[in-house]
């Protein structure tokens, strides 16, 4: 059983810390009451302050807290990036705009890039520079992520990319993609893919928003034709992205786990009860249980949190699974109780009530919880045969999470006996 409990008892230098992230919170941001900071932004000013935010953290060697030091980060232990978690959760944090570069590509390039790679996309990652998506998903490959088509030719020191990509996040604001191509169409489809970083600035590459339920546009298809990418910009080895692929997808689950920790959705626990109060609805007994359920759902969260983490960055790929299943459960359970608090305001309000948009615009948004980084049933299935043992799927090809963070079989004895001695992911170079 992993042991979380040396958190509870800080050491000096943990307080010390704690001390420097305080200052530093103090002196950049205002505080807040338990307004939720996990709502992700793309373009305009959420952005900017994002980047900004970023830069700051750099400046100031808070940014990558447990991420190697030669590459720009602390190189501390996990529990210091919790210090600063706790901390900052009073404190109003920027849109987390670079949350797929921060929280997915990065981690993953630490895991699978060569040095020269490393040195050359991380410190600027860091330092918020440079604004990172994924390019996975296609038209014909979504949960079925294997059966990607968008072809890379060789061509001398390059490959020549054409395809199409589509529901890119953020795409439209960012420099560099990790990108899913097939090298070799004449193999097992697991076995011809290739991950390359792609310069989304190259001749080639269009952009175009799609228009969502709530009329944003956060997600993007992204055309590639005839693109250009350097025999250098390939991630491990090629024919082998599917390693790679699987372990930004662990990483992806992790971090969209983490986003839903904070309170469920857009303001959090405390927002949804200040709207019930407004509209004198607190006393009501039905609204006030489900208030309730929906506060002890997110504080076991919290704790399921802190204890998985451990376990993920430990090189357990299916902790990261039960975090982005527990998380799209609340987010969409919040939606309905925030819809349930505003009553007939969540579906009609008047311009001198410009809260009450909110919560039909979260409502709608959060169907996309139990979507986003592996739909709910694929990571059911995740779980019921990495944590519950169940038989695995004989075809397999729907499984986006049934190998470790490093791309190894679970079930291989030397994959086991590998996590003693190999990095499994950023969190072991950083000490989790």
């Not at 949960?143 to 795409?171: C, H, I, M, N």
């Not at 944003?216 to 991630?235: C, G, I």
Request: charged share 25%.
């Amino acid at each position: 059983m992993t042991d979380v409990s040396a958190d509870l008892i800080p050491t000096p230098s943990e307080e010390a810390f704690r001390e420097e992230v305080l200052t530093f919170l103090r002196a950049t941001l205002s505080a807040k009451g338990e307004e939720a900071s996990g709502v992700v932004s793309f373009g305009g000013s959420g952005l900017s302050r994002s980047v900004a935010y970023q830069r700051q953290l750099a400046d100031a060697g808070l940014a990558g807290i447990t991420w190697p030091a030669e590459y720009g980060g602390r190189g501390l232990p996990g529990r210091y990036q919790r210090i600063y978690d706790r901390e900052a959760k009073a404190f109003k944090i920027p849109p987390r705009s670079l949350e797929i570069g921060l929280g997915m590509c990065g981690p993953t390039l630490l895991v699978h890039a060569s040095e020269e790679q490393k040195r050359a996309f991380i410190p600027a990652l860091l330092r918020g520079d440079h604004v990172w998506c994924e390019l996975f998903s296609e038209p014909g490959a979504g949960s079925d992520l294997s059966s990607v088509q968008t072809r890379a030719r060789r061509d001398g020191d390059e490959f020549v990319l054409q395809g199409q990509k589509v529901w890119t996040s953020g795409a439209r604001h960012s420099d560099y993609a990790a990108c899913l191509v097939r090298t070799d169409p004449a193999r097992p489809k697991r076995e011809g893919i290739t991950m390359l970083i792609v310069d989304m600035h190259v001749p080639g590459i269009t952009v175009r928003p799609l228009r969502q339920i709530t009329g944003e546009s956060h997600f993007n298809e992204v055309f590639l034709d005839e693109v250009r990418v350097p025999l250098a910009n390939v991630v491990g080895a090629i024919d082998d992205g599917w390693r790679v692929a699987r372990t930004m997808l662990a990483f992806e689950r992790q971090a969209l786990g983490n986003m839903g920790g904070g309170g469920g959705g857009k303001g959090g626990f405390a927002a949804l009860a200040d709207e019930a109060k407004r509209r004198d609805l607190a006393s009501r007994p039905v609204l006030r249980d489900h208030l309730l359920q929906l506060r002890i759902r997110q504080m076991v969260l919290r704790h399921l949190t802190a204890y998985l983490q451990v376990k993920a960055k430990g090189g357990d790929g299916a902790a990261a699974s039960l975090l982005k299943l527990a998380m799209a459960q609340l987010v969409q359970e919040s939606a309905l109780v925030a819809v349930e608090a505003a009553g007939m305001h969540a579906t009609a309000w008047t311009i001198d009530d410009p809260d009450a948009g909110r919560w039909s615009d979260q409502l709608l948004s959060s169907l996309s919880a139990s979507i986003g980084g592996g739909t709910n049933q694929i990571v059911r299935n995740v779980i019921a045969e990495r944590v519950l043992g169940l038989p695995r799927d004989e075809e397999g090809d729907l499984m986006p999470g049934d190998l470790d963070h490093a791309g190894r079989d679970p079930g291989d004895a030397r994959a086991r006996t590998a996590h003693a001695t190999t990095p499994t992911g950023a969190g072991a170079a950083r000490g989790h």
